[in-house]
């Protein structure tokens, strides 16, 4: 049964990494919003294209240094 939340659907894609990728574009969002950034909206849809990409873009741009 959980074979088949791996496996390719009829993108190619498996519905595991499209619920990784909108998990972690909903988690830069609100992240950059919360710290006032202009451009929160394209970082998340980076994230959601891709997210191997643009979360660690944005990790080392964005909160390096930050003390919350």
Same mark, same amino acid.
């Given at each position: 049964?959980?074979?088949?939340?791996?496996?390719? !659907?009829?993108? !190619? +894609?498996?519905?595991?990494? +499209?619920? +990784?990728?909108? /998990?972690?574009? /909903?988690?830069? %969002?609100?992240?950059?919003?919360? %710290?006032?950034?202009?451009?929160?909206?394209?970082?998340?849809? !980076?994230?959601?294209?891709?997210? +191997?990409?643009?979360?660690?873009?944005?990790?080392?741009?964005?909160?390096?240094?930050?003390?919350?």
């Amino acid at each position: 049964m959980l074979d088949s939340i791996f496996e390719p !659907g009829v993108t !190619g +894609i498996s519905p595991f990494a +499209i619920i +990784i990728s909108l /998990y972690l574009a /909903y988690y830069v %969002h609100n992240d950059a919003r919360n %710290h006032n950034n202009p451009r929160a909206l394209l970082w998340a849809f !980076g994230t959601f294209m891709a997210w +191997i990409i643009f979360f660690p873009l944005y990790w080392f741009k964005n909160m390096r240094g930050r003390r919350d």
